[in-house]
C-alpha cells in the first residue's frame, strides 16, 4: 500500500516510516499540508496519516477535506494523529470532514499495524464494491439488470432494492418528440386503431 505521512515532527516521521515500511508499505513523507497535497497530486496513495497541527495554514482536517475534494475514483483512508486529547466534539467535527481513524501522540508502535490492517480492510472493500458496481449485467434488448441470484429485474426494481430509491415517472424530450407527439397525432386523426 502507498501511504502519505504528513508530519512537521522528524522523530514521529521517522518511527511512521520505520514501521511502514517494515510492513512493506511504501511511504511518500511530507512536512506541512501544502507539500502534502503536491504529494498526493503526483504520487497517488492509498492511505495518509497526518498529523492534526501542521504548519503553513493547513491542519490535518483541512487537508483530509481537499484530499476528498479530488473526486478520485479510489477510496483513500484518512488517519488523523493527535497530540492533544480529542474531545466528543472535535472528533464528532473531524469524522464530518472526512477523517476515518485517529491515532494519540505518542506513538504506539503496537497500535499502527492494527490501524493500518483496519484501513487496508476497508479500502480493499470499497474497491470491491466498486468493482461490483461497475459491472452491471444488464440485458441489450430489455435493458433488465440480472441480479446475484440471476434473476433479471426491471432498472427500477433492481435499483430500488440497491439503494432504496423510490422512482417517478416521465419522459424525455427525445422521447416525447419521437413516441408522445406521433401517438397524440394518431390520436387527433382517428388513426390510433387503424384495424378497428
Known sequence: MRVLTVEDDPIVQHVLKGILSAAGHQVVAAKDGSEA???????PVDLVISAWQLPGGIDGIELCEAI???????????????SG?????????????????????????????????????????????????????????????????NYWNQI????????GSTFSHGVCPTCYDAVVLPE???VRTGDLFPDA
Open 184 to 186: 397524440i397525432d394518431r
Open 68 to 82: 476528498r475534494a479530488f473526486r478520485i475514483s479510489r477510496y483513500v483512508y484518512f488517519i488523523l494523529v493527535s
Open 156 to 163: 427500477e426494481t433492481y435499483l430500488a432494492q440497491q439503494t
Open 85 to 149: 486529547s480529542i474531545t466528543a466534539s472535535s472528533y464528532g467535527a473531524a469524522v464530518a470532514r472526512g477523517v476515518d481513524d485517529f491515532l494519540p501522540k505518542p506513538l504506539d508502535r503496537e497500535q499502527i499495524p492494527a490501524r493500518i490492517l483496519v484501513a487496508e480492510r476497508i479500502i480493499r472493500s470499497f474497491t470491491e464494491l466498486r468493482e461490483v458496481k461497475q459491472l452491471l449485467p444488464i440485458c441489450m434488448y430489455c435493458k433488465k439488470i440480472r441480479d446475484d441470484a
Open 37 to 43: 497535497l503536491r504529494l498526493f497530486q503526483d504520487h
